[in-house]
Every structure is written in C-alpha cells, then in structure tokens.
C-alpha cells in the first residue's frame, strides 16, 4: 500500500493527495465540487469563475457549498504590473477568505502578501515553481508547501522532468505536489513513490462529465498522445502546452517577430504582456467554449497519453486512491 496521508492531506484537511489544478477557461464549480466531494481538493480559478462561467466569486464559492461540504481551494495569480488586476485579487482574495476557503495556490510573482492575509486566518498556501531558484525565492515569502510543475505539465510547463524535481525540492522541509503528466492511476502511484506529497492534476479533469468545455475539446483530449503536445509561445509569450493542429503547424510555436522585439524592451514589454493577456482570457475562452475553429489552440499536457475516456470527476479521483491502497 502507498500511504494517502501526507503532511499534504494534513494541512489541507482531505483524504485523497490529489488536486484539480486551477485552469484558465476550463475550471467551473461543478468541477471543483466534484473532487472535493470525493475526497481531494478542486481549486477555484476565479477569472474563469468571474469571465467565463459568469458568476460572481461569491456567489459561485456558495454554489460550490451547496454541492459540497469538503475542503476547497483557491488560485491566486500575482501579476503587479496592472494596479486594477491586483486590485480585485486582493478583493477576491478576501472574498475566498470570508467564504471559509483555507488553501490557496499562487501563481507567479512574490506571494508574500498573499501568505501574510491566508497565515492570519489560520490556513496555508503553496505556490507554483518550476526550479529550485524560484522555490527559495517563494520559501522567503513563508509558503507552507510546493507545487513542482514538471516539463509535462499542461498550462505553463516547466524545464525540468518529475524525476530531477523532487531532487531539487526534496530536502527544502516542505511537502512538494508533482504537477504535470499524471493521466492514470499508475502515474498517480509512482509519484508518491518518488516522495510526491501529493498531485496536482488540469488535463485529466477536463476530460469529465462535470467540466463545462465544449465536448469537442474533450474528444481532442482523449484522441491525442504526448507525441502531440507541443510547447507554443505564442499564445502567452512563454512556452504554452498545447494540442498540435494543423493551424498549430502553419503558425509555428515561437512568439512573432514584433512581438519578441516588445518583449525585449523594457517600457514595450509591459504594453507586449498586456496584449499577451487580453488576448490569452479572449482566445481561450472561445476555443474552450465554443466548438473551435481553424485558429484555436487547445490547452493540454503530456499526460493525454494516460486518457482513454471522459469520466465523472469523482470516479478519477476515487479509482487512483484505490490503486495507491491497492499498490505493493
Ligand atoms: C487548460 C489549462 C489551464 C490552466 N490554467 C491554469 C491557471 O489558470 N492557473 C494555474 O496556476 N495553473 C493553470 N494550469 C496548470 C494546472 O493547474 C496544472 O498544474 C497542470 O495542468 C498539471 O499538468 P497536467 O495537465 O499534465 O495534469 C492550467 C492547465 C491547463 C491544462
């Protein structure tokens, strides 16, 4: 047997080490009930609460309520270049807060202030790194755990492998989450063998009966194997996991010509990522919704490879606690 409980589980008071990561349009309420109900823990993503779901933040933490009594999470993503963007994270911050949220994952940026406010109330936060350098940097900021997002990962991938991870970030005395390349139980199992406190998971929950994507993006999903996920800049700037499409082909995955020139100066930088965002909310909240058209990209990691069908969430996360009960 391999042990579901972790310092992870502790802290965050659930059953089941696994995390439906935050994803950007893809998270809805359904979702992050589905796998709390069952024992691990989903996490808002509050734009795509607010944009693409079209609920208040309050109102749709309350409709999580409804549907579950368990433990959830929030994403918090630290971008200070826009004084109204960090604005309305701190107010949403304290919207979670107020609605009894207790586990928070950041995202970029110095989380400090966000450690500061969650310690206060009692509960923790772990923060996304791709390298050791980062995680020292986040460990100055009080993080209580780690979430080590491998060079499988869907979203923004990292440059280093699950393995060479844990070896980076083992010995920093917090508990480390593998994010990235996890599909099937198997995978599941052989990262807590590594000496994972527990997985984060975004492609696997995607391809379920609760997420509220387009059933076209699903079927991608399933259909596609690693060897189909690539790594585009163009999207965000920096490599971006997506699904290889013909359209992906003919554009090309490195950031245009123009826009490598902005990102270099350091005023036209500013202006090239606020271009970078608007563009990123817009265009994959209509490939995800929508039924996609010939220029869209479909977010997704490695771990496609381990998807062979689309599933309530619930059954994911119950099968890969049996098969970490099951192990020898
Ligand atoms: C469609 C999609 C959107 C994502 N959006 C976010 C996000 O908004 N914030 C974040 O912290 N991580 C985001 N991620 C990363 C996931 O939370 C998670 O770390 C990652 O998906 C793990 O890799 P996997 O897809 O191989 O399971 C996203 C991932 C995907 C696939």
């Known amino acids: 047997m391999v042990s579901l409980a972790t310092a992870f589980t502790q802290q965050a008071g659930i059953e089941v ?5 935050a994803m950007y349009p893809a998270t809805n309420p359904e979702l992050v009930a589905a796998v709390s109900e069952a024992g691990g823990i989903g996490i808002v993503q509050p734009l795509s609460m607010v944009y693409v779901h079209g609920h208040d933040l309050r109102d749709g933490l309350r409709l999580i309520r409804r549907l579950t009594a368990r433990p959830i999470g929030m994403n918090v993503l630290i971008e200070r270049s ?15 807060l ?7 994952v ?4 110095k989380p400090g202030w966000v450690v500061e406010r969650v310690a206060a109330a009692g509960g923790v936060v772990y923060h996304d790194v791709t390298e050791r350098r980062w995680a020292l940097k986040a460990l100055e900021s009080g993080v209580h755990g780690l979430i080590a997002v ?6 923004h991938a990292g440059p280093v492998s699950a393995e060479a991870l844990i070896d980076e970030l083992g010995d920093l005395g917090r508990p480390v989450i593998c994010a990235g390349g996890v599909g099937d139980e198997e995978a599941f199992v052989a990262a807590l063998r590594l000496g994972y ?15 509220r994507v387009h059933p076209d993006y699903k079927r991608r999903i399933v259909a596609a194997t690693e060897d189909d996920i690539v790594l585009t800049e163009r999207v965000t700037g920096v490599p971006l996991a997506v699904i290889r499409t013909p359209y992906v082909e003919r554009v090309g995955t490195r950031a245009g010509k123009v826009a490598r020139w902005m990102l270099r100066g350091r005023r036209t930088k500013y202006l090239m990522r606020t271009i970078y965002a608007l563009r990123y909310v817009w265009k994959l909240k209509r490939a995800a919704l929508g039924g996609g058209s010939s220029r869209d990209y479909w977010q997704a990691g490695k771990s496609v490879s381990g998807i062979s069908g689309i599933e309530p969430a619930g059954a994911i996360v119950r099968r890969f606690a049996d098969a970490a009960r099951a192990a020898r």
């Open 150 to 155: 491998n060079d499988r990962a869907g979203g």
């Open 197 to 211: 406190a527990g997985v984060q998971m975004g492609t696997r929950f995607i391809a379920t009966e609760e997420c």
């Open 17 to 21: 080490p696994l995390i439906c990561g």
């Open 82 to 96: 826009s004084r109204t963007y960090h604005e309305r994270m701190r107010r949403w911050l304290d919207v979670a």
């Open 98 to 104: 107020e609605e009894g949220i207790r586990f928070f």
């Open 106 to 109: 950041t995202s970029l940026g």
